[in-house]
Every structure is written in C-alpha cells, then in structure tokens.
C-alpha cells in the first residue's frame, strides 16, 4: 500500500515538474475561435450552433496600466459584428490574467495560474449573466502541446459535479477565452483553437486554426416567418422587432441560455412591436414567437 502511495505521489510531482516554467498567454496578434451550442427544451424544439473569434487589437492605457483590447468577430443576423468586449493586463511574475469588461470600470481576475488544490475562487465568468459564481480546483495536472508541457487547472463543475472545465497556461480556458464553465443539459461553449501570428497553438500546431467568420444567418430551416431587430446587438433603451407577417393572435416570450422566461408580451393585430430592454444583460437570448393555433418561432438576439 505504502509503495502504491508513493508512486501515486510521484507520479503527481514529475507531471507538475513538466510544466513548472510560466507560459504566457500570448497577447500579441491572438486569436480563439470559439463555438456556442444551445437545444431548447421547448416543443418543437431549436437547435442552434454558432462559431465566433475573439481576437486582440492593439493597447489602451487605464489607470497608468497598459491593456490589451480583445474583440469579438460574430455573425449578427448574417451580418457580421466585430466589437470591443473586454481588456486584459497579464501579469507575468505574479502569473495572472486581469480582465476589465466593456463599459465597466472594475478590474477582476480572469486567470489565476498560482491556485493550489481545494482552492475555491470567484468564477472568471464575471462577463456573463449566470449563476455559477464560485468554482472550486479539484485537480492540478500538465497537458503537452507542441512537445512543451503547460499547466492545466480543473474545476468541479459549478453545474452539474461531473462537467469537466479546465483553464490552461497559454491558452486560456477551456470553454473559451472568455466563457463560462459549461455545465447545462441545455447549452456548451467549447474553445474550438487559438493561435497567434496565424501560428495555431492549440490544439497543436498541425490544425488549421481559421480566423473566418462567414455572414450566414444561422437560423431554423423555415422561411414562411422572420424578424428584424433594430438594433442587433441590443443596448439599453428601446430596441424594436419587426415581423415579416401580420400576426392577429399570439405570444412573444424571451428567454435567457439557461431556459428562463424573462419576458412575455400578448401580441394583438401587431407586425411590429418596440419592447424597453430592463431586463436583458450582456449576453445571449432567444425570442420565441407563437401564432395562437399555429407553430413557434425561434430567433436569436444578442444584448451588448
């Protein structure tokens, strides 16, 4: 037993010993390319799937620290949308990440890369409406890329205890740059590859880490109803949904990614309807249209 123990132990520190070197995460020219899913569990139900880059862009100077400015490229309605969404300042020596989101002041860890087994810590996810706050590290391993060994952190899952979420040295999050730690029977954000100076770094350097974003619209395949929305992405204030149809009877319901019902409007002899955005945060919704007597409609909106 005692000999069983102690290979377990070593085993643990020659894995660690790999990866013992601080590895950066490359700031300079970096891109993710990123993937959303989400399944509805409404009758019919609505699939959605879409991809996305976050990139860097150039430095600001805040509070007398230097940041570097990370854009999210997106496809918006077939169009494509390319904005600011957050700043981040690495600090190399202490081995974190900083992160200041956009329209925000504060400045939080994204990334904390000195974190010890059993360590709990507020959830890097500050930049998404959700309810998974704390997450706790139940395992400190070394993951080789490229034939050098980075650290990878895992994280009990704030979900459901068997999601498995790691953030690692280089590289960032598994779920993303920027996302949240998956953990739904509804939706999953994955970190599809990531690169810089259009050299891929993960998941190694022979995948073909592409920086293009195509204007497809990604909705349901049906085309006997559609919307618009002014403006897409939503600020806050008014914004305005436009029918392609005059709808005499019906419901027009908003949902968040976890399936919760935010809003529900009783639409009467309406093609169009202007709705006072005080609920919806930064993030991902779902506008579900339903003809009284006829079938429900999925569309995607976007609050900035």
Request: aromatic content about 14%; proline content about 4%.
């Amino acid at each position: 037993m005692k000999t069983l123990l102690t290979f377990i132990a070593l085993s643990f520190f020659i894995s660690l010993s790999k990866a013992q070197k601080y590895i950066p995460l490359p700031l300079d020219s970096a891109y993710w390319r990123e993937s959303y899913t989400w399944q509805s569990p409404f009758d019919p139900p609505y699939y959605d799937y879409t991809e996305y880059i976050n990139q860097t862009a150039g430095d600001t100077l805040i509070n007398g620290l230097i940041y570097t400015k990370i854009f999210q490229k997106i496809s918006v309605g077939g169009n494509i949308s390319n904005d600011i969404i957050a700043v981040l300042r690495q600090d190399t020596l202490k081995k974190k990440i900083y992160a200041i989101e956009k329209d925000s002041t504060n400045e939080k860890i994204l990334y904390d890369f000195n974190l010890n087994i059993g360590d709990t810590v507020l959830s890097f996810l500050v930049f998404q409406n959700n309810n998974c706050d704390i997450v706790t590290i139940n395992n400190i391993d070394s993951l080789l890329i490229n034939e050098i060994y980075h650290k990878e952190f895992f994280t009990i899952g704030c979900y459901f205890p068997n999601t498995d979420y790691s953030f690692i040295e280089g590289i960032g999050g598994s779920t993303g740059l920027l996302a949240p730690p998956s953990g739904s029977m509804n939706w999953e954000t994955k970190l599809i590859c990531s690169g810089y100076n259009n050299k891929t770094i993960y998941p190694d350097s022979s995948y073909t880490c592409s920086k293009l974003i195509t204007g497809i619209n990604n909705q349901p395949a049906f085309t006997k109803f559609s919307v618009a929305v002014f403006p897409n992405p939503v600020n806050k204030g008014n914004f305005e949904i436009k029918f392609n149809k005059h709808i005499k009877k019906g419901t027009l319901k908003i949902y968040d990614i976890f399936s919760r019902e935010l809003e529900s409007i009783y639409l009467n002899n309406m093609s169009d309807i202007v709705i006072s955005n005080k609920k919806l945060k930064k993030g991902l919704f779902l506008i579900a249209i339903n003809e009284t007597g006829g079938d429900t409609f999925y569309f995607k909106l976007f609050s900035d």
